[in-house]
């Protein structure tokens, strides 16, 4: 293990490692392995020594250097074998620990070869058929470049409503694209701004005056080897946005825009030459020309498909589309984890104030900074568990039904997938947000530096709150499905599912019946079954008042669309919002089970039980009233103090704690948070580094101009 990891500098750090409960190398391997360690190790070199890599992703730099290094970065990580997805797949845990050293990185980059790349590839991959292979194998060949185009400007979260219009000629046997007004026009593209020469593009199918709702087009945009736009396509920037300026987002306006049949994406209905629309299952589409494995058509023309029920086809359909939110929580968790290594580094240096003659403390020492920090790392250890798990199991699930090894349950499994990854994107999402304001806020006046790093990571992580699902608008596909579950629960009726997060709704009567808040001292409350035992009661409690609620809006003549919309905030959305955690935290509770180290186990219960507790203070403790749970002050006074013991027994731990799952001191790029601690040296480094810091500015003359014009 020596080998593996080396220590880190001595410095002024050294006062909390060598206080740290636990040995800081044991529990990284333990959480990793040794050989995901490895792999982290081998791909932090590669960046480091890429000469891409080399010119850094300021966001100081001007628009079109941000942009023009973040493309040859792009490029530069499609070339490395490291971070492909063939090396990937040899072991699962790869995929979370390449998007975290990716995205540690450079996000802006990451996120161009995501969309141009990745995305565009499965899109096509998911909804097309043989005859689109080539654009498949054009992206790899690094021939072209994608984008995928379903927002509009008038339509976001809503893409039913979106008003792009492709219309079957039967005459020229092509589509005709087009764009009424500027409302229409797609937009927010990643890629598409400047260098997508192809888009997946979703567009209303019309064929002779009849619509057949939303279905997608590969549409050629730019000519590959000029990178001007066909005649019939308006395609521009949007121009700089608060943050990830590497990515170029655009918009793009067709203008009765022609493009072939065969570029309807096929896999689920299709146009013959003569305009008829049909259906996949009435569709013979040759064997050979499927390129997954979902389903298949035999030689006699037969559509056959492990999963029978086209409803269930859709549940696995579903999982295989969750990829993007399960990405996007690691995301979360990696810029989440980046602030909270500046502010905890920072804090274990940073000295103010203390007792009278015996000197200055570590405001790491400060009860109210303990709180604002330790449960965020507690989070983000959660959360990177939950995250490593999750994108194992949903990347193990998306190669079985790839290659036409779909387990038996595969349908529920894709449903789980879909309500777990509909939270845990958003839950990942707000935590981190929170955890990067925090940040800011608890390294105060340098944290507003921008070398201190926390500016770019905040306005890095933003977007990740809006795209690939708005969290507020997705959050509610979790609570749709769970509340599917009440007439289960009121029948007393087993529940189970592939992943098992709902199994404990089978006791759902019961659990709202009998579970009482019983603790009579701290060590009762910080106990991870009484945390879970909570959590189960807030969910079934949750469940059935968000049940009530809706029928009682329906009752009270509401329609079906308003009752569920009224039944959001307080009832549905912390449904969801408790389902997630708990889930989080039996994930966590599994692992912790696994380890074999007392100190270890002790340290990784007391994160779990902290994150519990303290979210349970957060978002639940109005619910544990109202529904009986807790009556008197016991319950929140208990909660609170062993919240506040258990940041006290973890401050001495905070250091190895982030220096378990902290990026290298290249990736961080931080003044404040490198990991000798060093803080005051680099800041004086970063000051004068700056060419006008002790000189003149250049418009001095304007100066003295100014000053000696008002002296007379
Ligand atoms: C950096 C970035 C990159 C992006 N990349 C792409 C891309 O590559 N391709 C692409 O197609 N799109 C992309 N998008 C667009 C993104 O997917 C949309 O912004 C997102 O789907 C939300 O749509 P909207 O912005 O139109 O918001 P709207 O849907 O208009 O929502 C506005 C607000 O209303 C609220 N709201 C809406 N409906 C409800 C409801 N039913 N109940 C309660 N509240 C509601 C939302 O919570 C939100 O706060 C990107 C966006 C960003 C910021």
């Known amino acids: 293990m020596s080998n593996l990891l080396e220590n880190f500098k001595p410095g002024p750090l050294d006062i909390y490692r060598k206080n740290a409960s636990f040995d800081w190398k044991k529990l990284k391997v333990f959480l990793e392995t040794e050989d995901i360690i490895k792999y982290q190790t081998e791909g932090y070199e590669v960046l480091r020594n890429h000469p891409d890599f080399s010119e850094g992703n300021s966001s100081s730099k001007s628009l079109d250097d941000q942009r023009r290094i973040a493309f040859k970065q792009c490029m530069a990580q499609k070339s ?30 990451t996120i161009k070869f995501t969309v141009g790349d990745t995305l565009f590839k499965s899109s096509v991959m998911n909804m097309g058929t043989a005859r689109h292979q080539k654009y498949i194998d054009d992206v790899d060949e690094g021939k072209i470049f994608g984008a995928y185009c379903l ?19 039967k005459q020229k046997k092509k589509f005709v694209l087009h764009s009424p007004d500027f409302e229409a026009a797609k937009c927010w593209a990643g890629g598409l701004g400047q260098t997508a020469m192809f ?176 449960p965020y790392l507690a989070a983000a250890y959660v959360l990177r568990n939950f995250n490593t798990w999750f994108s194992e199991v949903f990347h ?36 981190m947000k929170e955890a990067i304001q925090e940040s800011r806020e608890a390294c105060a006046g340098h944290g507003y530096l921008k070398a201190a790093g926390l500016g770019d990571i905040r306005n890095e992580h933003d977007a990740n709150l809006t795209y690939e699902g708005e969290n507020h608008v997705l959050i509610q596909q979790t609570s749709n499905w769970l509340l599917k579950m009440w007439p289960a629960v009121l029948q007393r009726k087993p529940i189970s599912s592939p992943l098992k997060s709902i199994d404990f709704l089978s006791n759902g009567l019961e659990i709202l019946e009998k579970s009482r808040f019983s603790a009579k001292s701290v060590e009762e409350v910080i106990r991870l079954d009484s945390v879970i035992k909570t959590y189960q009661w807030v969910i079934c409690h949750l469940l059935r008042a968000t049940h009530n609620k809706v029928e009682s809006q329906i009752k009270s003549g509401k329609d079906a669309f308003t009752a569920k919309s009224d ?43 902290l994150f519990g507790l303290w979210a349970i203070e957060k978002y639940h403790l109005a619910t544990l009233y109202q529904g009986g749970f807790a009556t008197g002050p016991t319950a929140p006074t208990l909660i609170q103090d062993s919240i506040l013991r258990l940041c006290a027994e973890l401050k001495n731990d905070a250091v190895s704690l982030v220096d378990v799952i902290a990026v290298p001191d290249f990736l961080l790029n931080s003044v404040l948070g490198a990991s000798d601690g060093m ?11 700056n060419q006008y810091c002790i000189n003149r500015p250049p418009w001095w003359r304007d100066i003295v101009k100014t000053t000696l014009q008002n002296k007379l």
């Not at 387990?407 to 990854?421: C, F, K, L, Q």
């Not at 994930?587 to 039980?609: F, G, H, P, Q």
């Open 396 to 431: 193990q699930f998306t190669i079985e039904t790839l290659t036409g090894n779909a387990r038996p349950d595969a349908p529920e499994m894709g449903i789980e997938i879909h309500g777990v990854s509909s939270a845990s994107k958003p839950m990942a999402g707000w935590l």
């Open 199 to 374: 888009a997946t593009v979703y567009a209303q199918l019309v064929i002779e005056g009849e619509k057949y709702g939303l279905h997608a087009f590969v549409v050629p945009l730019r000519n590959p080897n000029t990178l001007l736009p066909y005649p019939g396509v308006i395609v521009g920037d949007m121009g700089e946005k608060l943050g990830l300026n590497g990515i170029d987002n655009g918009f793009v306006q067709f203008n009765h825009y022609e493009i072939p049949r065969e570029n309807l994406l096929n896999k689920v209905a299709d146009v013959t030459e003569d305009g008829r629309f049909l259906q996949f299952n009435h569709y013979e589409i040759p064997r050979e020309n499927l390129l997954n494995k979902v389903a298949d058509v035999t030689e006699d023309g037969r559509y056959v498909s492990p999963i029978k029920d086209p409803n269930k086809r859709h549940g696995a359909a579903l999982g295989s589309l969750s990829a993007g939110r399960v990405n996007i929580a690691c995301i979360c968790e990696t810029l989440g984890v980046k602030a909270l290594t500046i502010a905890v580094r920072y804090a274990a240096v940073r000295r103010q104030f203390g007792p009278d003659g015996r000197g200055e403390v570590p405001i790491l020492e400060y009860q109210s900074h303990q709180l604002r920090l330790i």
């Open 567 to 609: 039944s959001q905030v307080y009832y549905a959305k912390s449904l969801a919002i408790a389902f997630v955690q708990h889930f989080m935290l039996q994930r966590m509770i599994a692992t912790i089970s696994e380890s074999t180290d007392a100190s270890l186990t002790n340290v990784l219960t007391k994160l779990c039980s």
């Open 80 to 109: 490395m074998d490291i971070f492909s997805i063939n090396y990937q797949i040899m072991d699962l845990k790869r995929t979370t620990a390449a998007t975290r050293i990716l995205f540690s990185s450079n996000a802006g980059a």
């Open 679 to 689: 803080v005051y040296k680099r800041l004086q480094d970063s000051m004068l580094q």
């Open 151 to 169: 927002t509009e400007i008038g339509h976001g979260s809503n893409a039913r409503g979106m008003r792009t219009t492709a219309t079957y000629d």
